[in-house]
């Protein structure tokens, strides 16, 4: 296991290209495939609120590691962030297993608040899909001390991983009480 993690560090570059395009086209591929047919398992049911969960969970670890580092504090600042790739991992495979099972809820709400729900879920769901390589290129550069680096990654990757898992909140909040299960 070691040796596996040793090579996808020295290959963190193909690491990344090979996690984004994984992890982007299986997202891309859910919204092709029906959902499952008849009544979900009640487990299913609980995962959006699950989602919103972790997405809560990587936005305080996010502060907390940006607060961290602010006072120089690298030890904590990196338990943040492995806890931030903890959460991340475990909403994107509840978000893949709960859109693979369940048809897409459309949105209920009209006028003013519609608008104001589409523009957070399209900004949301781009910055999302850019965030991969983004995340997983300031988490290499930080693992493998390359500090120049990694800042100028982070310059970018901090603000807006913070505005997603915010804003998967903020869309769960919004859509939530239109589930039809």
Same mark, same amino acid.
């Given at each position: 296991?070691?040796?596996?993690?040793?090579? &996808?560090?020295?290959?963190?570059?193909? +690491?990344?290209?090979?996690?984004? @395009?994984?992890?982007?086209?299986?997202?891309?591929? @859910?919204?092709?495939?029906?959902?499952?047919?008849?009544?979900?398992?009640?487990w299913i049911t609980r995962l959006p609120l699950f989602n919103a969960v972790m997405n809560s969970l990587t936005f305080i670890f996010l502060l907390g590691a940006l607060l961290a580092i602010i006072n120089g504090n690298v030890k904590i600042h990196r338990r943040f962030i492995y806890s931030a790739f903890i959460t991340t991992t475990f909403f994107l495979v509840s978000y %893949? +297993?709960?859109?693979?099972?369940?048809?897409? +809820?459309?949105?209920?709400?009209?006028?003013?608040?519609?608008?104001? *729900? *589409?523009? &957070? @879920? &399209?900004?949301? &769901?781009? @910055?999302?899909?850019?965030?991969?390589?983004?995340?997983?290129?300031s988490f290499f550069t930080g693992f493998k001390d390359m500090r120049p680096k990694h800042r100028k990654w982070v310059r970018w990757t901090m603000p807006m991983w913070l505005y997603v898992s915010? +804003?998967? %909140?903020?869309?769960?909040?919004?859509?939530?009480? *239109? *589930?039809?299960?």
């Open positions: 296991m070691k040796n596996i993690w040793n090579s &996808i560090v020295r290959h963190h570059i193909r +690491t990344v290209v090979i996690v984004t @395009l994984v992890v982007n086209l299986l997202v891309v591929a @859910l919204s092709f495939i029906p959902g499952y047919v008849g009544e979900l398992p009640e %893949v +297993t709960f859109h693979f099972m369940a048809e897409s +809820t459309p949105y209920g709400g009209e006028g003013f608040i519609a608008g104001f *729900y *589409y523009f &957070i @879920l &399209i900004t949301h &769901i781009v @910055l999302a899909a850019i965030i991969v390589p983004l995340a997983l290129m915010f +804003t998967g %909140v903020l869309v769960y909040v919004m859509i939530s009480p *239109y *589930y039809s299960f």
